[in-house]
């Protein structure tokens, strides 16, 4: 169920399951005059920040029953720090999303103070987008798979009404309406990333995958290729073809097209990982922990959700995203350390570990989209273990050959709200991937994995400008928090998105 968000005016609002009321600690320490819901609630809450029991910290909130005192049953109170901009909005609003949720309200309005509609740090529609973006995500429910064999919670109803007393822009609705359309725009290009990577192994398997991309493509008027194991082969895909090899499953070449600027030579090249099931191959993983695997085409499902949003915005921009897909496994056809491989580009690899495959699927999926007329490049990938080493499950690594575009991503990631932190890539790591038996070898070893398999995929951009996205540690979690639930997060949906919707100059 798709929630219905609208912008009341206060004359006109009318009433809620539940009311929220964001509000930072300068508001509580103001004094005892100021009223924000009903007045014997507003004293109970003055009280409990007087004891020091609720401090409207940031994403910390105080539910209250009105027991009668208002329409509502409920008040919530959802603390954020106005100087952390729209990011302290839209964890505000998940904070308060996941208290709606616990008292399973299904309608609920937010009251904005002043601080909110009057900032001078971030626009009326961007300030709306977060909110959205904020209480759309955090209510988010895993599903067993794309059929929703169980109702997934959701809020059918959300109205934003600026608070008693608050100065309001005379243009406030037209601006506010804007932003709630992107903000669900994005929300659901995530939703269905997180639903793709959530999908258990024996039910996505790489032609399925396929399957999905093509009513994609259907759904939203895309060009769509599908190339199939004999296709793969025709074109020369020996990454791709090795790492599926070993599967029933075979492998599939995914490549969808939009063409939002038909007459220009330039094109976005969006590459994702789409490995359905990683078991590491004959290199295998340990069992523990093996079945979060599941999560291995999560770079797949970012590039599917965002070409989603792209297609429903249609920036004035050309985009190739391609997806290349296989399962990973152990058997008697499966490729093996000391194999040597024919690349699409002529380059030939030494493998030196099967679980180093991600890398070798999308050197050849750089390669299709370079020869679709791709003229700079971004592959995003649940790659490696050691960017969780270094980075934990806080910011993901990045590995580029082009500073310029580097500096482009890392903007769309702040717009949106994602952490990226650049790696370094000088020409010592290069050598790490030296090979007696070919070009390449596949793993320059356990010290500095992030880097080194990142320049592993860059010897295949062929000199254009690209940037490698390691999500290895921000794709799933064990736990949840702010506006990412347990299990498949769908980052760098909305960082992709704003990296080609917001550079179409």
């Known amino acids: 169920m798709r929630t219905h968000f609208t912008y009341e005016a206060a004359a006109t609002a009318g009433s809620a399951d539940a009311i929220v009321r ?26 409990l920040f007087a004891k020091g029991l609720f401090k409207a910290e940031p994403q910390q909130t105080e539910t209250l029953s009105t027991l009668g005192l208002h329409s509502a049953s409920h008040i919530i109170f959802a603390g954020y720090d106005e100087q952390t901009g729209v990011d302290g ?22 009251r ?21 973006e904020g209480l759309s995500l955090a209510v988010y429910d895993r599903l067993p798979d794309l059929r929703q064999t169980k109702q997934r919670y959701a809020l059918s109803h959300v109205s934003f ?20 359309a992107i903000g669900q725009l994005y929300a659901e290009g995530v939703m269905v990333a997180r639903d793709l990577t959530n999908m258990p192994g024996n039910k996505l398997v790489p032609e399925a995958l396929a399957a999905h991309a093509e009513e994609l493509a259907r759904d939203y008027d895309l060009d769509i290729e599908v190339l199939d194991e004999w296709s793969a082969a025709e074109q020369g895909m020996g990454g791709l073809l090795a790492v599926g090899q070993g599967s029933i499953h075979a492998p599939r070449m995914i490549v969808l097209h939009y063409k939002g600027a038909p007459d220009q030579e330039e094109a976005w090249g969006l590459i994702g990982k789409g490995i359905t099931f990683d078991t590491g191959g004959i290199s295998l993983k340990k069992g523990p922990g093996m079945e979060e695997m599941i999560s291995d085409m999560g ?19 050309n985009v190739i995203a391609v997806i290349p897909t296989a399962e990973n496994m152990p058997s008697a056809q499966a490729f093996k350390p000391g194999d040597v491989i024919k690349m699409m580009n002529g380059l030939t690899v030494e493998i030196v570990n099967t679980d180093a495959e991600g890398r070798l699927v999308l050197a050849d999926g750089l390669t299709t ?19 969780m080493v270094a980075l934990g499950t806080e910011a993901t690594g990045a590995v580029t050959n082009n500073e310029a575009l580097m500096q482009q991503v890392s903007q769309a990631a702040v717009r949106s709200g994602e952490r990226i932190w650049q790696l370094p890539a000088y020409p010592e790591y290069k050598r790490m991937l030296r090979s007696d038996a070919a070009d390449l070898k596949n793993s320059g070893g356990r010290y500095a994995g992030a880097t080194t398999g990142g320049l592993f995929i860059g010897a295949f951009a062929e000199d254009l400008p690209w940037v490698h996205l390691d999500i ?13 639930p347990k299990g498949a997060t769908g980052v760098m949906v909305r960082t992709l998105v704003e990296l080609v919707t917001k550079n179409e100059e």
């Open 472 to 484: 290895a540690g921000t794709a799933f979690l064990d736990k949840s928090r702010g506006i990412e």
């Open 112 to 132: 904005l103070p002043e601080a909110i509609v009057s900032s001078a740090d971030y626009t009326l529609q961007q300030a709306a987008q977060a909110l959205v």
């Open 161 to 180: 009404v600026p608070a008693a007393g608050a100065a309001v822009p005379s243009d406030i609705a037209e601006q506010w309406n804007e932003g709630i």
């Open 89 to 110: 909005l839209r964890l505000a609003a998940a904070a308060a999303a996941n208290a709606l949720k616990r008292v399973k309200a299904q309608t609920a309005q937010i």
């Open 369 to 387: 989209a370079i020869r679709r007329g791709a003229t700079q490049l971004v592959d995003v990938a649940t790659l490696t273990g050691a960017v």
């Open 299 to 317: 770079g797949a499902a970012a590039v599917l959700g965002a070409m989603r949003i792209i297609a429903e915005l249609k920036p004035e921009v």
């Open 22 to 47: 964001l509000i930072n600690a300068a508001e509580l320490k103001a004094g005892s005059m100021a009223q924000w819901v009903q007045p014997q609630i507003d004293e109970a809450v003055r009280g």
